[in-house]
């Protein structure tokens, strides 16, 4: 196998343009690194600030510390690829990029789209077949990042598990949308005042917590990979951006269930209680249930009750 096979390039083939362009993706990786090392830093301090007591807190700091920590494994051996090759003595790493390319995406994938997963399931309030798609989902997806990294030795390609990863995504976003969808539905229904945010500021939260963006990418990473001969370029950086893209984005989920400032869990699960006047009906008294956490009953994560009462 040759060696330095990293973001699409080996070393046994590498022009001067190739080296150039392989130093100027290491330099970029570096520059995204320091955006997730940012957003770790953030994240552990959020769930640390009162103590690691709920188990739900403990889960998300086990996941983004594995995360970081291959991310930081996988890009330190990629400046000492960088290294050796400018001292022309690559073959001491020889035949080892690969497999950390691979392992690197695999577990981050898994890990991260557990915690997509998970937040999705939280605004659903756990509904049983949502969990059940969830689940064969995020089953489907690790079966073939893992069988990459196993068959690794052959080279299967570690890009036949994009389109699960993809799928996982796309889920995840429909489901957060649909349920944003489902509550402002029925709160311009039944409430006078729906809400103190503008109708911007809710297209903009949905756009953020649901992962458009992030599943877009998956999309881009995926059309890069169809033919890579045409246009390695573009291939190596979508590699060097989802390399940190697919950690990041969870990271930065926790982030916000950490402080209390997903709006758009804001919306769909914690309503500040108040009462306005219904059409007809004297009164609407909504009652909020914070899914922010996860420390409670099964009866704490069914959706928003709303108890009309008469005034």
């Known amino acids: 196998m040759p060696s330095l096979p990293l973001f699409g ?49 403990k889960s998300y700091m086990c996941a983004i510390s594995v995360m970081f920590a291959f991310t930081t494994t996988y890009v330190a051996f990629v400046v000492a690829e960088l290294w050796m090759l400018l001292s022309d003595n690559v073959a001491e790493i020889y035949g080892i990029g690969i497999l950390i390319e691979s392992g690197v995406f695999a577990v981050n994938v898994i890990l991260g789209d ?62 957060i949308s649909l349920k944003a969808w489902q509550r402002r539905r029925m709160l311009r229904q ?45 291939h190596s950086i979508m590699t060097v951006v989802m390399i940190i893209a697919a950690p990041l984005y969870p990271i930065i989920i926790v982030i916000f269930v950490a402080r209390h400032r997903t709006p758009l869990s804001d919306q769909l699960t914690s309503i500040e209680p108040h009462t306005v006047l219904g059409a007809g009906r004297g009164g609407l008294d909504v009652e909020y249930q914070d899914l922010l956490t996860d420390d409670h009953n099964g009866a704490g994560r069914k959706d928003i009750d709303v108890a009309l009462q008469d005034m």
């Open 114 to 175: 557990a915690i997509i997963l998970w937040r999705a399931l939280i605004i659903w309030g756990w509904y049983r077949p949502m969990v059940y798609i969830s689940g064969i989902l995020l089953l489907v997806n690790a079966a073939l990042w893992l069988y990459t990294v196993i068959a690794v030795e052959i080279y299967v390609s570690p890009y036949v598990s994009i389109p699960a990863s993809l799928a996982t995504s796309l889920w995840a976003t429909c489901a």
């Open 9 to 57: 390039y080996s070393s046994d083939e590498l022009t001067d343009v190739d080296q150039r362009a392989f130093t100027f993706l290491t330099l970029l990786l570096a520059v995204l690194y320091c955006v997730l090392f940012d957003a770790f830093f953030k994240a552990a301090l959020s769930l640390t600030k009162d103590g690691l007591r709920s188990k739900t807190n």
């Open 190 to 234: 039944n409430v006078a005042i729906v809400s103190r945010r503008s109708a911007l500021e809710n297209v903009l939260s949905i756009l953020t917590e649901s992962g458009v963006v992030f599943t877009l990418l998956w999309f881009i990473y995926l059309l890069s990979n169809i033919n890579t001969g045409n246009n390695k370029s573009f």
